[in-house]
C-alpha cells in the first residue's frame, strides 16, 4: 500500500491555516468593536464587568467547594471548603451591589497605583540602575494615575473599569487583528503565492 504524496495535503494544509488565521483576525474584530463600544459607554462596561467577576466567583466559588466535598479525606479539606465559601460570598456581594464593588475596587486600585509609584520613583533614585529613566517615569506614572484616581473618587469608579477593561479589548483584538493577517501572509509566502 502506498501513500499519495500529491499537492493536495499541502494545499490543504495551507488552506486550513489560512482559515484559522482568519478566524483570529475576525475575533480580532469583533474585540476591537466590543473595545470601542465600551470606551464610548463606560458605566455599563463597568456594571458588565463587575456583574462578569462577580458571577465568575460564584461559579468558581461553587466549582471550589463541590471539588473541597470530593476531597473531603484529605488535610486540604477545610482549606478549601474556606476559600470556596469566601469565593461565594464575594461573589454574591459584588453581584447584589456591583457599583459599591466598583467604588471599592477602584480605592485599592488606586491605592495600589500610589504606592507602587512612590516605590518606583524611591527605588529608581536610590538605585539608579541600567533601566532608570523607565522606572522613574513609569513610577511617576503610576503615582498620577493613584492621584488622578483618589481625586475624582467614588465617581472614577463609574467608568474606571470599564475604561481599563475596553482598552484591554482593544488592544487585544488589534493583536488578534496583526496576528491574523500576519499569519497569513507568512502561509502565503511559506506556500510560494
Given at each position: 500500500?502506498?501513500?499519495?504524496?500529491?499537492?493536495?495535503?499541502?494545499?490543504?494544509?495551507?488552506?486550513?491555516?489560512?482559515?484559522?488565521?482568519?478566524?483570529?483576525?475576525?475575533?480580532?474584530?469583533?474585540?476591537?468593536?466590543?473595545?470601542?463600544?465600551?470606551?464610548?459607554?463606560?458605566?455599563?462596561?463597568?456594571?458588565?464587568?463587575?456583574?462578569?467577576?462577580?458571577?465568575?466567583?460564584?461559579?468558581?466559588?461553587?466549582?471550589?467547594?463541590?471539588?473541597?466535598?470530593?476531597?473531603?479525606?484529605?488535610?486540604?479539606?477545610?482549606?478549601?471548603?474556606?476559600?470556596?465559601?469566601?469565593?461565594?460570598?464575594?461573589?454574591?456581594?459584588?453581584?447584589?451591589?456591583?457599583?459599591?464593588?466598583?467604588?471599592?475596587?477602584?480605592?485599592?486600585a488606586?491605592?495600589?497605583?500610589?504606592?507602587?509609584?512612590?516605590?518606583?520613583?524611591?527605588?529608581?533614585?536610590?538605585?539608579?540602575?541600567?533601566?532608570?529613566?523607565?522606572?522613574?517615569?513609569?513610577?511617576?506614572?503610576?503615582?498620577?494615575?493613584?492621584?488622578?484616581?483618589l481625586?475624582?473618587?467614588?465617581?472614577?469608579?463609574?467608568?474606571?473599569?470599564?475604561?481599563?477593561?475596553?482598552?484591554?479589548?482593544?488592544?487585544?483584538g488589534?493583536?488578534?487583528?496583526?496576528?491574523?493577517?500576519?499569519?497569513?501572509?507568512?502561509?502565503?509566502?511559506?506556500?510560494?503565492?
Open positions: 500500500m502506498t501513500r499519495s504524496t500529491g499537492a493536495a495535503g499541502p494545499r490543504a494544509a495551507t488552506a486550513k491555516l489560512n482559515r484559522g488565521f482568519g478566524v483570529l483576525a475576525v475575533l480580532g474584530v469583533i474585540l476591537v468593536v466590543a473595545g470601542l463600544i465600551g470606551l464610548i459607554y463606560t458605566a455599563a462596561a463597568t456594571l458588565t464587568t463587575m456583574l462578569l467577576f462577580g458571577w465568575l466567583l460564584l461559579v468558581g466559588g461553587l466549582v471550589g467547594l463541590l471539588h473541597a466535598v470530593q476531597a473531603r479525606d484529605t488535610n486540604f479539606f477545610w482549606l478549601g471548603v474556606v476559600v470556596a465559601a469566601l469565593n461565594i460570598a464575594a461573589g454574591v456581594v459584588i453581584v447584589k451591589t456591583p457599583e459599591a464593588a466598583a467604588e471599592a475596587l477602584i480605592m485599592f488606586a491605592l495600589l497605583f500610589l504606592t507602587g509609584g512612590v516605590f518606583r520613583l524611591v527605588g529608581s533614585l536610590v538605585v539608579r540602575g541600567p533601566q532608570f529613566g523607565w522606572t522613574l517615569v513609569q513610577g511617576a506614572f503610576g503615582l498620577l494615575l493613584g492621584i488622578l484616581v481625586a475624582t473618587w467614588p465617581s472614577s469608579s463609574q467608568y474606571v473599569i470599564g475604561t481599563f477593561f475596553s482598552l484591554s479589548l482593544l488592544f487585544d488589534l493583536g488578534l487583528i496583526a496576528t491574523g493577517y500576519g499569519g497569513r501572509r507568512i502561509v502565503g509566502m511559506v506556500a510560494g503565492k
